[in-house]
């Protein structure tokens, strides 16, 4: 699952993305996400993917076991979500605490699908280092996977998880308003 990311940096990108980002600490479903097509072209398009038959179908994320099964997603196109690292939730005694994952050396991109009418994250099963926090966890794609990806050749593996950094965050991140540095800085429990 991915509910909520990060995209504020470009500096660690080995793509030229051509275009001005304004730093987002909250990246939120139903706003504007930076993606890559198919076509190595960068767009604006809506974090919300939706089908033109299901008016109030919409999802954020599309699991990867499912991706080539469910009609929703047989027009659909693959697409790559830019981002500098996500947040995941993980309940404590009654709460939900946010976790920020985020490697320190590189950007993440996640493999995602879209269509005319937005997008949404492929996520697939958690690896080890990261299931302390929540069972799923995106697709996270290598720069030199990103052929495989468009070409239906990747097989949702996502070693560099391994190298990611995962810590507790404030939980002023919840609030979809709260878009600000601070949502990615370390508290230490």
């Not at 996270?140 to 810590?167: A, P």
């Amino acid at each position: 699952m991915c509910g909520r990311y990060t995209l504020h940096d470009t500096s660690k990108s080995k793509l030229n993305l051509n275009r001005e980002i304004v730093p987002d600490y909250n990246v939120c479903p139903g706003t504007k996400a930076l993606v890559i097509n198919d076509a190595g072209r960068t767009l604006l398009v809506n974090w919300m993917f939706r089908v033109p038959w299901a008016k109030n179908f919409k999802l954020i994320n599309a699991r990867s076991e499912t991706l080539g099964q469910k009609k929703m997603f047989q027009d659909s196109k693959r697409c790559i979500f830019v981002a500098n690292g996500y947040f995941e939730w993980k309940k404590q005694s009654q709460k939900k605490m946010p976790y920020y994952h985020v490697f320190n050396s590189k950007m993440m991109y996640f493999g995602g699908i879209m269509n005319n009418l937005g997008a949404c994250i492929v996520t697939r099963k958690s690896y080890a280092n990261v299931d302390f926090v929540h069972d799923r966890q995106p697709v996270i794609l290598d720069y030199d996977d990103f052929e495989d990806w468009f070409r239906l050749k990747h097989n949702f593996d996502c070693e560099d998880t391994k190298n990611m950094d995962v810590f507790r965050v404030s939980i002023k991140v919840n609030n979809p308003r709260n878009n600000n540095i601070e949502n990615i800085l370390r508290i230490i429990v």
